[in-house]
């Protein structure tokens, strides 16, 4: 599987910006989907995720703010990110997930180079 992300870019505190992942290599609409962030020096965690019938989950730093959405004629997925803040500055990529059971998620595909979002106070 492999995963294109775009849409980065620099912006002030506050302001939005809405990211995209072409995925390739799978059967887009059957998959669960999930972006992450990592941070200089920390691991990748991730931020928001979107199961093949369209259902949601947010950490915690993410909700109120960003929302993940998915076009499965486009095989892409979005991030659409609100009023973002210094702390959201980070390299943001895409997966798709495995389930692993229990709720557990495993990413499987390619992470690709990611998209760099960088954040000015």
């Known amino acids: 599987v492999q995963l294109q992300a775009s849409g980065g870019g620099l912006v002030q505190a506050g302001g939005s910006l809405r990211l995209s992942c072409v995925v390739s290599?799978?059967?887009?609409?059957?998959?669960?989907l999930a972006w992450y962030r990592q941070h200089p020096g920390r691991q990748r965690e991730q931020v928001a995720l979107?199961?093949?019938?369209?259902?949601?989950d947010y950490a915690d730093s993410a909700k109120g703010r960003f929302t993940i959405s998915r076009d499965n004629a486009k095989s892409t997925v979005y991030l659409q990110m609100n009023d973002l803040k210094p702390e959201d500055t980070a390299v943001y990529y895409c997966?798709?997930?495995?389930?692993?059971?229990?709720?557990?998620?495993?990413?499987?595909?390619?992470w690709g180079q990611g998209t760099l979002v960088t954040v000015s106070s």
């Open positions: 997966n798709a997930l495995q389930s692993m059971g229990g709720g557990n998620w495993h990413p499987y595909g390619e």
């Open positions: 290599g799978t059967i887009f609409s059957v998959n669960t």
């Open positions: 979107i199961t093949n019938r369209g259902g949601t």
